[in-house]
């Protein structure tokens, strides 16, 4: 339930930023942030700042709100090949905030977790989730040093813009005619980085794949179908691994998942 002080932070933060006279509606907030919906003159806008109680930076331990916001723009500002919250913004509030374009749509989440998306719906969202995956693969990492930090050291070659936190949460999706979802944005950019393409199959690996190996499938053919590099099953799974492991320890999840999640791992160690 969202609390008084936290929708008058809203307000004081657009009060911040040279918005007057219009009151934020709130959204579903995120696992770090909170999300408000604000109608200015020139279109809608979605407000966003950190929650007191937000998830730390589970790949730079200690890293800043406004680091992580910094990233997610440099990220959307790099991505041209992908439908994203453009424009923009970041501000110096307190907290810091950021104000981006609000794009129509329900994340695939929701729409599988209110049955909205079948058995084919699902595979048909994973394979376009690894068109516009591999689309955000093209940018690479440039020579020297930049804005964005490194996930780990691998070949230059194989260095490219990673989003890090890519699963059903973070799609946006509208359906059309006929029942199909199309993909409207990618959004949650605040743990983009640097590193290898598998390093984005691990979120949806954890959450999806154990137990639906054919959505991995469907997400691999439509990665290939625009990038047809290789990518390792074996190094998805191997991270996949590690995370897991990584999250029992410091962030169990509910019994029956964990369960899921050890047999999955023990399976991966005969």
């Not at 990492?141 to 050291?153: N, T």
């Amino acid at each position: 339930m969202l609390s008084v002080q936290t929708q008058s932070l809203a307000e004081r933060l657009l009060r911040q930023i040279g918005v007057q006279g219009v009151r934020p509606v709130h959204l579903r907030d995120g696992r770090e942030h909170h999300l408000f919906r604000v109608s200015l003159d020139d279109g809608e806008r979605v407000l966003k700042f950190p929650k007191r109680d937000a998830i730390p930076d589970p790949f730079t331990l200690g890293r800043s709100s406004g680091e992580r916001l910094c990233s997610e723009a440099i990220a959307v500002d790099l991505v041209r090949q992908v439908p994203v919250p453009r424009p923009y913004e970041i501000f110096a509030t307190d907290p810091v905030c950021a104000l981006m374009a609000f794009v129509p749509g329900t994340t695939a989440e929701i729409a599988y977790e209110r049955g909205q998306l079948d058995e084919d719906g699902l595979l048909n969202m994973c394979l376009q989730m690894g068109r516009t995956l591999a689309n955000i693969h093209r940018v690479r990492r440039p020579e020297g040093l930049h804005e964005l930090p490194d996930l780990e050291a691998a070949e230059p070659d194989r260095m490219r813009l990673v989003h890090l936190d890519y699963h059903l949460g973070n799609v946006l999706a509208q359906r059309q005619l006929g029942g199909s979802w199309n993909i409207t944005a990618v959004i949650d950019w605040t743990c983009a980085r640097w590193g290898p393409p598998e390093a984005d199959f691990v979120e949806l690996q954890v959450s999806v794949f154990i137990n639906n190996p054919r959505a991995r499938d469907a997400m691999i053919a439509g990665y290939r179908q625009v990038a047809p590099r290789v990518v390792s099953v074996k190094d998805i799974e191997t991270r996949a691994v590690a995370e897991i492991r990584r999250r029992l320890a410091v962030d169990p999840p509910d019994a029956q998942t964990a369960r899921a999640w050890v047999r999955w791992v023990a399976s991966r160690s005969t």
